[in-house]
């Protein structure tokens, strides 16, 4: 069972600048107005109702429920309204990416092993609102499943937008005549930081600890991130830097472009105090490959991983924000 730690959420985070605020609160405003009072009990919480902020999970929704409501739930109307809140939430590729994780959950719906109905891009998919969406007032949007969270939280026109989780399985497949890989470019920028490294930063780079599986995934809200190790992005070259700052920005860029851009800008002023490091292999395919960036405020972590539903190794991926998760500058209180 997923635990929770008692966090203070409700805090003024150190958001990222320039939101898309306006339009959100129209998208989302538009999607509770679809709603019977029944449906709409299900999908509001309140902002304060932090345990409920903090329910997010890679595992399916049928192992970890998720609050609010299933897309499945809902009729066409509502549940075109409530996927144009994510995306309007999101850039065009984080969305895109959105809905290529959900086709590898309906590829597991009819090819897994385990064989489970509860897959599926509209079963396994859910969507909370907390709070009354606010141009001025802060509120949060909640969609995710299946490996795919994503917690913003906006407050006038700055928003946090991590803890996100995006995985996929497997991490290629075919839908017709066409190969879909949910995680390319994420996956791709990440390995060639490390495909970069010479004899010597490599050495630097290799954690001495076999980890399996990433570290502060859902319900690790302690604010208490691991001692940071690996090799200081400040040793290596300006075209290695530039390989790390693509890397991040794989994951941020999913976001909308104001606050993605704005965050970035702030990732970038402290790239000289980010290490990148990697346990077990470096190997797209290698068995528990770990990849991870550390920085003051970012962190970024990328596994491969068994699982019961398919005979490959397949990506989960989180991206966190040390000071920021949830909306909050003291995730650790």
Do not use: C
């Not at 008692?6 to 339009?23: H, I, K």
């Not at 932090?50 to 049928?62: D, E, F, K, L, V």
């Amino acid at each position: 069972m997923q635990t929770f730690t008692a966090v203070d959420l409700n805090t003024d985070g150190a958001n990222a600048a320039d939101a898309n605020t306006s339009e959100v609160v129209t998208a989302a405003t538009a999607f509770l107005a679809t709603l019977d009072a029944s449906t709409k009990a299900k999908v509001v919480y309140d902002f304060s109702d932090n345990q409920s902020r903090q329910t997010w999970s890679n595992y399916p929704a049928a192992q970890v429920p998720r609050k609010g409501v299933a897309l499945s739930s809902l009729d066409a109307g509502a549940k075109a309204a409530a996927l144009a809140v994510v995306k309007t939430m999101l850039s065009a590729e984080g969305y895109a990416q959105v809905e290529k994780i959900q086709q590898a959950d309906d590829w597991l719906n009819k090819n897994s092993a385990s064989g489970t109905d509860s897959f599926g891009s509209d079963t396994d998919y859910y969507i909370a609102v907390y709070g009354t969406p606010s141009a001025s007032n802060p509120f949060m949007l909640q969609f995710g499943g299946h490996h795919l969270a994503r917690n913003y939280t906006y407050k006038g026109t700055t928003a946090s937008i991590t803890p996100a989780f995006t995985g996929t399985e497997p991490k290629s497949f075919t839908v017709g005549s066409t190969t879909v890989q949910p995680l390319k470019e994420k996956a791709g920028t990440l390995f060639s930081v490390f495909d970069s490294l010479s004899t010597a930063q490599d050495a630097e780079a290799k954690l001495s600890s076999n980890i399996q599986d990433i570290l502060m995934g859902p319900g690790v809200d302690s604010g208490k991130f691991p001692t940071t190790e690996g090799v200081k992005v400040s040793s290596l070259s300006a075209a290695q830097k530039k390989l790390v700052s693509a890397a991040i920005a794989a994951w941020v860029d999913d976001a909308a472009p104001g606050e993605a851009a704005s965050l970035m800008k702030t990732y970038e002023s402290q790239l000289d105090q980010t290490t990148v490091a990697y346990s077990n292999s470096k190997t797209v395919d290698g068995e528990n490959t770990y990849l991870r960036i550390d920085g003051p405020r970012v962190w970024i972590e990328l596994v491969n991983t068994r699982s019961m539903s398919t005979p490959n190794v397949h990506y989960h991926g989180v991206f966190r924000d040390k000071t920021d998760d949830y909306g909050s500058t003291n995730p650790s209180s």
